[in-house]
Every structure is written in structure tokens, then in C-alpha cells.
């Protein structure tokens, strides 16, 4: 606000654990797309602060993104270039996972290097506030993002938790994201389960059928989020107390056998 | 934002408990009037979404209010029209206390049916982000009421809780809320307690008398607070914890007896 | 925003502990200077609210502060003028040890007694709603600090925690704040802080000389933070949990004799 005043400034989360840079990617994932077009989303989830790793700005067709160069943006680009960043049938280890990946076609990276446009002097532990925060003042007064930093070609990137589904066409998924309300959040979406009927399994449980919402189940029920991704849910309740489930546990989806209700598969 | 990027956008609370609709309702009763007249209050505490339940829309002389049809703005008509939802000497249980209550005279009341001013496609789980945010962004920039939806002349209220007064005077209260330093708020308001000499009790502990702040009684004390409310607090403590109380459990005052401290009623 | 609809407001902390008018101070003493100049800095953690106590308003020469005299402007003062506030060698207990500073040159300092700038009626324990805030409001609209208050010459402050240096050279720090992440900053500063190999001790663990960054040090750390004191952290960890310690415990420095490695002073 010291350089631009004008700028509308609104925080989306400050309950991202601590170095959790998987939860800070899959919330920028689910979030984004909802703020007006042009938006200059900045992600300081950022344990290597002060080392080595690069910042980035991103420049996609609908926003701009500033970032470390540690994987927080790779649901940014894969939304863009499914390619860059193969999904793979488990959880990614952070940051022992991660990889370089290309910059997609239609998306600009450059990384920061300008220091004129840095708040100084630079402490070497809240870059947010002394380089992620001023550049992006900057960006919204027209500076161009090549006086900012240098383009860049590849980034870093994890590879995105996908369900295995196996030749039966039963379908392993995983919890990537517990909510404010204990819901668990799978990476199975809308369009990977098969219509009919269905059974869900978590932490030992098993739900029938998706619900259209949650007052609409029993006590334990899955649904289609608000995100496109399948959770469980315990009805007015926490399901991940209840489940004893977290993040990366699995969540398991068959489809009954011919008749309804004559077994599982 | 998207809609309207003029709009000021202020975050009462997100503390409210998962599905307590009637801390929402009691929190919005104490906050809305601090607000500039014509403020767009919008309440997404709302376990029922995607559910049949309808949401409102409703104007009053200062304000308008898009909330789910659950009873989260009984106390606002109550403040409009006591008599739309008489207390009882009891706290409610929600929903099953749930009863359909008149429109007042000077509040206009729509059902959102107008799925033109939604943002598509809309979620089954989140109405807060797909329905009542752009329809206050529309409300916003001058689309009437009546394009929004369909007036009704009934919504759905709870019995707001008030509190007995015996043939004795004895004032037999209720705790509504426990605020962030866990006072505990009652219903008793501060035209309900009678001059003279009191002795308020609270799990067990007396108390002697209304302190005119936090600073100025003793250990555990009581006072009328920020909202017309009294309530008992613990002199740089947490009254909720030392005394093991909490929301629906009892506050009784009494009244001295002749000369101070002969005696209690 | 009922009075001035232009005034753009940041919330800096929800999170200080009840009553806690050391920790709000430290607080506000390494975030004000990141804000635009001019700003007015409202400090509503008063736990003497409808005491007595006087509600000040300062004008340093880069912001306004408005804050209950209860020392929560403490460090504002002492940044300007280090003498008002003589640093201890202890850690201050409040308010036992508050005592009158005389208001530096430089520096207006009123009590704010004019009511027709306060919403009415005004409440005995909500004066950051029904005072601080309108005030501010007004303060923005050009209403002169004059009209506002009575000028003052003494506010109360507690002494600074300093720490102490030993004719050894051995310094004795205390932790002043204990950060989201469970770091331990302490009232070392750099410029305390003697060139060469040092050993820094918390809670019965040493840690060897002084990191660049989180991420370059041992599991253990001892690094500059973003607000130029020295803070003990733990690699990805919570250093607060690990090593049992808060704020008012102690961290030493001492010097490691002769050459690197051959004992400790």
C-alpha cells in the first residue's frame, strides 16, 4: 500500500501449516480461478527463504503468480499443461520429489533478480515482505515483468497426486487436503468415477453411493466438492477425527457388481 | 470483487463453529449495526446447502442480509418485531425448533430464484462463493430485488432465548455466547435487572453485584457488556474455563433482601 | 468505513494473547514501519477498558498511534528516543513495573476527552468500537488533533528487556516472542552481537554460530530475523515445543576462546 495505493488486497488463507507447500499448491489450485481476471496471487510458503532457490513470477492467461521456485505453483501450471507435471498413483514427498519441469506454452516465468524494485535493506527470512510484496506494487503500476527479472525456461515441480485405477476399475485415491470442517478432500474427481452404484471406503468404513450434498447422507457420506474433487464427509461432524484420516491416507472407490445391493466387488 | 471492484469487503468473523447456526445468528445481531446503512451482510453459515432449503434475501430500514433459510436472522426480525419469534424461557434446539414466522411490516423478504445472477456452474456445497456473493455484487451495482428472486411473507425462526422471571424476581438466564477471552454472555439484557442489591450466580460461584468493567471487580465478576448483555467474566482470566460453563447453561440473579448482606432471596 | 468510506483498514494481529500488553507492543514495533506514512496505528489490547486509565493519541514524525496508556507504546517511544524507556536487564513484569516517560521531542502526545468525536452511547468495555475507532475515522478526515484531546507531557511505559552483557562478554538475552512458527526471538539485536565463533545456549541445547537462513543451519539454529533480532529456530520444527521455552526464558551467547572449536569461555 506504500506504493500502490489503490491496490485491493485480500488474504485467502493464513492456516497453511508451517513449510506445508503441498497444502499452500492444492488451496492456490482451488482458489484462484475465483478472483478477477489479471489478479497477482502471492504465495510466501517459503521454508527455503534466504537460500539459494529462485522466485518466481509466473504470467498465465488469466493471472500472475509470485512464488518461490519450490513446487507451490505446480497445480498452477498443470492446470495449463496437464504434461509438465505427470500424475502418478501416490502422494509426492516434499521436497524430495520434485523436478524440472518446462514452462508450458502460454505461460511467461522469469525469475526476480531486479533488486531496484526490493524493499531494502532485504532480511534474508520474510522475502514476502521485502521482495514478494514490492514487486508485486510494482507489477501493478505497469512495471514490465522483464525489468523485474530474468525469463526463465523450467521450474521446479511435483509430481500431481492422481487415483490408480486398476484393470477391475477399482479406484485408489488419496486425501490431499483436509478442510476447515474435517472433510477429506480426494484427488478423485467428478470425471474418474464411473456411474452406478457405488462403494466408498475410508478408514475402514464404508459409504454407499456419492450424496448431492451434506445434509443429503447418513452419517458418513461422500460427495462431489465445491473444488471437482470427491470428499468424505461425517454429517454435521468432523470425518477426519472420526477417521482417524489425513493427508496422503487412501480413500478407495469399487463399483458394486451387477444387481444393487447383491455385493462388492 | 469480479463483479464489483468498488466493493469493500470486510471479514466479520471465521470463527464461528462448523453448522452453529445460532452463534452465527447471535454474532450478526451484535455486529450488523456498527455497519454503514446499507451494507450487504452476507451469513454462510449454512449446513443445509444444497439442500431444499431456500435462501433469503431480505431488506430492513438499515440494511440487507442474504442468508440461508435456517434461522440465522432470527435475531434480526426480532429486533424489527419482537413478537415474529416470542421468547421462551428455554434455548432453542436447532433445527428442531425451527417454526415459520410472518415477514414484519417494513422488511421485504425474497427467496433467491433467479439463477441468471449466479455464477456457473453452481456447486452443491458452496453457495457462499457460487450464489450469495454475486448476487450481492449485483445487489451491488442497483439489479432490484424483485429480479433476484420471489418475495415470500414467512422464513424460518427460532425462539430467541430470554430469561425467566420468577413471582420472586428471581431472574433464572441463559448463556447465548462465549466471546474470545471466554466471558460469558447471558441474555439477560440491562433493562432486565432491577435496581438494588444483586448476587448473581454462575456454576456454583456468587458474585456480588454489576462491576463497571473489566478492571474493576474482583476475581469473578459481573457486567454489563459491549452489547446490552450482562455477562461474567474472570478479572484477566477465562471465565468459560474456571468455571466449566458454556453456551445454554445457567446465570441466576437474585435480589438482596432488605438492608445489604442480610440475606438472600 | 460509516464515517470515512475511503479509509482503508488492515487487521495486523487477531492472535495476542488476552491482556497481553507486552507482546501487543512487540508486535506493533516490527510491523508499523512497514506501513504507508501517515498511517494511524489503532491498539485495542486494554485490558483496564472503562477504568480510569486515558486513551492517548501520538504523532511520531511517521505515524499516528492511537492506544490505551497502559505501556502498549512502549517500544514506539523508545525507538524515538531510547533514553524515555531505560532498557533493564530483566524482563518487565506489567503492570508492576510501569512508571511515567516523559514524551520526547518530536513526538504530540494528547488524551483523547472530547466526546462528540465518540459513537454514543459509549460502551465500559468496547472502547477500541465506540472510541479509538471513531476518532481514528475523524483523525483521517482532517479533524486537528487539538479538537480531539489535551495535550500530555507523560505517558506510562515499562522499561525494555536489554540483555545483559557480562564483563566477560557473555550475553544474557531473554525471548520476547514466540512466533507462528514457534520461533524464539529474542531482545538480542545484531549490532549485540560480537564478530567471530560463537555458541548460542536455549533450554540445555548449544547451537554453533549464527545461520543465514532457516534452511542452511543444523535442526537446531540460531539466526537474524526479519526484525533484526536474533531468534532460535528449529529446521521445519516448532524450536517453542522442542525446547520447552517461552517468552521471559533466556538465551546466552557467549564467545567461543582462542581458535575455532577449542572450548567454550
Known amino acids: 500500500m506504500s506504493l500502490n495505493r489503490q491496490a485491493a488486497i485480500v488474504d485467502i488463507s493464513h492456516s497453511i501449516r508451517p513449510q506445508d507447500v503441498f497444502q499452500a499448491a492444492f ?28 522466485i518466481l513470477l509466473l504470467k498465465t492467461p488469466r493471472a500472475y503468480f509470485i512464488a518461490p521456485d519450490n513446487g507451490v505453483l505446480s497445480y498452477i501450471l498443470a492446470e495449463i499443461s496437464p504434461g509438465i507435471v505427470k500424475g502418478e498413483a ?15 506454452s502460454g505461460v511467461e516465468a522469469y525469475a526476480l533478480t531486479n533488486a531496484r524494485f526490493w524493499r531494502q535493506p532485504v ?7 521485502d521482495i514478494f510484496a514490492p514487486v508485486a506494487a ?11 527479472g530474468e525469463v526463465v525456461s523450467s521450474v521446479l515441480v511435483f509430481p500431481i497426486p492422481r487415483p490408480l485405477i486398476t484393470d477391475k476399475g477399482i ?22 468415477i464411473p456411474s452406478g452404484n457405488l462403494i466408498i ?13 451434506y445434509s443429503a447422507g447418513g452419517e458418513l457420506l461422500a460427495l462431489i466438492g465445491s473444488s471437482g474433487y470427491m470428499e468424505v464427509a461425517a454429517k454435521n461432524g468432523n470425518a477426519a477425527e472420526r477417521l482417524g484420516l489425513g493427508v496422503g491416507d487412501a480413500v478407495i472407490i469399487r463399483k458394486l457388481r451387477g444387481g444393487q445391493g447383491c455385493g462388492y466387488s
Open 201 to 213: 471406503e475410508a478408514g475402514g468404513h464404508r459409504v454407499r453411493g456419492l450424496s448431492p450434498s
Open 138 to 148: 510494482h507489477l501493478s503500476l505497469g512495471v514490465p515483468m522483464a525489468e523485474l
Open 27 to 54: 488451496l492456490l489450485h482451488t482458489a484462484w480461478g475465483y478472483f478477477p481476471e489479471g489478479t497477482i496471487h502471492i504465495v510466501v510458503v517459503d521454508p527455503g527463504v534466504g537460500s539459494g532457490r529462485r
Open 123 to 129: 532480511s534474508s527470512t520474510f522475502h514476502g515482505r
Open 171 to 192: 479406484i485408489h485415491g488419496h486425501i490431499v487436503h483436509v478442510d476447515g470442517f474435517g472433510n477429506l478432500v480426494t484427488d478423485v474427481r467428478a470425471e474418474d
Open 90 to 104: 501416490s502422494f509426492p514427498e516434499l521436497p524430495d520429489d520434485l523436478r524440472m519441469g518446462e514452462v508450458p
